[in-house]
């Protein structure tokens, strides 16, 4: 991963990656025409504004521009294109990868611009932000959820994003292959580095004075709606982007701080923990039937899992960096009892990274454990400087079906009560606190005041 990324801004001209300057050209990229879905004019890339009466399809009074195109990356696998399926290109006898002869990658982005006010232009100068979609997904969708509307509405953020390529929708018909003969996996691991790398060169787009900035489709009145002056980007990203998110932040020239949502780290703890690999289980359950060579194939896949996921970076994530590679900073929303991301696999990344505790961290009785959070050091007081790992609590389970108790100490997925997995990203005070970590210098504050954090509605009552 760090020669590709080292390779890949050589031909940049960039090849000093620690000191988060900007050198050489930025990746050439494309903007797609107006879409009349979003553009009623036709000419513009604008949301139409709201009617009085309320947002009908096309209009919205939160966000003014989604403006969508391609941008192009070195493509290190070996097949042209590098498409699903496709793993590292090794020439005869050698241990790193290279390019095809001109062999390119052309990843799509999307971003979406806040508007100055309810229902009013399109705000300038926003703080560039690259967004991390979940699992199997694709950003066209996950960008259009309400809370990154909210997010970028309140707090002023330009959100792009693009396909986490080896786990993005085009990938599953590759992985339901995979499950059912894991020889293949080298196909995923591999092709989740290429996905890495885009990542890194989209965030790059956002901050280069000749990148997206000097398009008029990211500008008003020829003021750029992104603001490239501090020259550096921020990373936010949800459940497969929180787990990905720590492996990209490890590497990322571009950015110092990230925010982790709902995040974990290591795979092969994650996947019988979680309600999302049910259905992929019965493919590889049936293609393997005896449950100890399971065990025994996961441990394996994780040694190739720990190139393309947080796993294989923690160590290096935000003290002792990697080569060439700036310090980074990390925030992890945490959600308590997740249906979906083991909270284990949360903690032991959070005493990897060094992340200190938010305190208060939960109400009395709520964790069915003898020592909660094991060697995390608690913060004592705020706003505190460093990594952190903040728990976000929706109560217990009660009418309604609200809440969920705490997650079972067994190697099995929770399932009980509401799963709270996308909670945290949808409260008030976690977008605050994640605002007031992605800005240059930025704190930890005590976003939740003298209680634990809330989500969905439980105010501890």
């Known amino acids: 991963m760090l020669h590709i990324r080292d390779d890949a801004f050589r031909q940049l ?50 966000v003014a521009m989604r403006i969508t195109g391609t941008f192009t990356v070195p493509c290190y696998l070996d097949k042209p294109g590098c498409p699903a399926g496709s793993r590292f290109h090794y020439a005869r006898g050698a241990e790193l990868p290279s390019q095809l002869p ?12 806040p508007r100055a006010s309810l229902n009013g232009p399109p705000q300038t100068g926003n703080r560039p932000a690259v967004y991390g979609h979940g699992l199997l997904g694709n950003p066209n969708t996950e960008i259009n959820q309400d809370q990154l509307s909210d997010m970028m509405f309140e707090h002023h953020f330009v959100y792009c994003a693009t ?51 000097s398009n008029p489709a990211f500008q008003v009145n020829g003021q750029p709606v992104i603001d490239t002056a ?12 929180g787990i990905m998110g720590g492996a990209v932040t490890a590497i990322a020239p571009d950015w110092d701080r990230a925010v982790l949502g709902v995040p974990g780290m290591n795979y092969s703890t994650l996947l019988q923990r979680s309600v999302d690999f049910n259905k992929y289980a019965t493919i590889l359950y049936a293609a393997y039937p005896d449950t100890l060579d399971r065990q025994l194939y996961l441990s394996m896949l994780q040694m190739l899992w720990d190139r393309g996921e ?27 009892g997740d249906h979906q991301v083991a909270n284990v696999a949360a903690e032991v990344e959070a005493r990897t990274i060094g992340a200190a505790l938010y305190v208060p961290t939960l109400d009395p009785g709520r964790t069915n454990e003898r020592r909660p959070w094991y060697a995390i050091p608690r913060i004592k007081s705020y706003p505190y400087a460093g990594s952190a790992y903040v728990l976000f609590d929706s109560g217990p389970v009660r009418a309604g079906g609200l809440g969920t108790p705490a997650a079972p100490l067994a190697n099995v997925p929770p399932s009980v009560g509401q799963d709270p997995h996308e909670l945290p ?7 605050e606190q994640k605002s007031a970590f992605l800005s240059p210098g930025g704190r930890v504050i005590r976003a939740c005041g003298d209680k634990p954090c809330y989500s969905g509605g439980w105010t501890g009552k």
């Open 102 to 113: 001109g062999n390119t990658y052309t990843a799509r982005y999307v971003c979406k611009v």
């Open 163 to 213: 396909r986490w390529i080896g786990m993005s929708d085009e990938d599953i018909p590759n992985a339901v292959g995979v499950l059912q003969d894991l020889s293949g996996f080298p196909t995923i691991a591999d092709r989740l580095q290429q996905g890495m790398l885009a990542a890194l060169f989209l965030a790059r787009l956002e901050i280069h004075p000749g990148g997206f900035a």
């Open 310 to 336: 947080a796993d294989g970076y923690a160590h290096h994530m935000t003290s002792d960096p990697l080569p060439n590679t700036p310090r980074h900073e990390v925030l992890m929303q945490v959600a308590f």
């Open 425 to 431: 990203r949808r409260t008030v005070q976690g977008r």
């Open 13 to 62: 001209g960039d090849t000093n990656l620690k000191d988060m300057k900007i050198q050489g050209g930025a990746p050439a990229f494309t903007v797609d025409p107006p879409d009349s879905t979003y553009a009623p004019d036709g000419h513009t890339w604008t949301f139409a504004p709201c009617d009085p009466s309320g947002c009908k399809p096309g209009q919205d009074d939160k």
């Open 230 to 241: 501090p020259g550096r980007a921020y990373y936010d990203g949800n459940s497969q982007g």
